[in-house]
């Protein structure tokens, strides 16, 4: 993120551009753009404002549910008001998109490490939107023993927070993984026989390839 920060001014920038690059057709309201990002509001109408001088995004008109946080409770309310919308005939979006992933998301020790709170992970495999192939499905394979689902979103949540898309993850236990590969289950098949990387193994998958 310090890299891109340096490139694009600053952080809530970065944020707001992988937004609206990885949600191509949908329009955000300034306040929806703060609770996603998890930026302060100023921050996110000054960085809009910017954008939408640079012809990346454009106003438009927005009534939808949005999802907010009332202290432990998330609701959804139904706001209308002046939005902001990718604008697809800027040319250079397909360059902005690699540049925003790969420069921030390498699959690399570092993001298993995120997980390391969430039980004893024995297997972590990184594919999709990590090694930028966008018609993966299944971005990340988490198996381990007493894994903590609630702490595996919370960390899948923040990561969403910082790539502006939502990450499509399967989390297992060893048991039952083991249970699916011995069926050949189609996702975990879908997920050991097309592009990934393993950043961890301990249950020797790639040597029984």
Not at 114 to 128: E, M, Q, S, Y
Not at 172 to 194: A, K, N, P, W
Request: glycine share 6%; with cysteine.
């Amino acid at each position: 993120m310090e890299t891109l920060t340096a490139l694009f001014g600053s952080q809530t920038k970065v944020k707001l551009l992988r937004q609206f690059l990885f949600n191509t057709t949908t329009p955000f309201l300034p306040k929806e753009l703060a609770y996603r990002t998890k930026c302060a509001p100023t921050a996110v109408r000054k960085e809009l404002n910017i954008l939408a001088k640079a012809g990346i995004i454009k106003r438009k008109q927005v009534l939808k549910s949005v999802e907010d946080r009332q202290g432990d409770k998330i609701v959804f309310k139904k706001l209308r008001g002046d939005g902001y919308i990718l604008d697809e005939k800027f040319p250079y979006l397909e360059s902005l998109k690699n540049l925003l992933t790969v420069a921030s998301l390498n699959a690399d020790e570092s993001l298993a490490k995120r997980f390391t709170n969430a039980g004893r992970i024995k297997l972590f495999i990184a594919a999709g939107v990590f090694i930028q192939n966008w018609d993966s499905r299944v971005d990340l394979l988490i198996v381990g023993e007493e894994l903590n689902l609630a702490k595996i979103e919370a960390v899948i949540k923040s990561i969403e927070a910082e790539i502006g898309k939502e990450i499509a993850y399967s989390a297992f236990e060893v048991q039952d993984f083991e249970y699916r590969l011995g069926i050949h289950d189609r996702l975990v098949r879908d997920i050991l026989d097309y592009p990934h990387i393993t950043l961890l193994d301990r249950l020797g998958i790639e040597a029984q390839k």
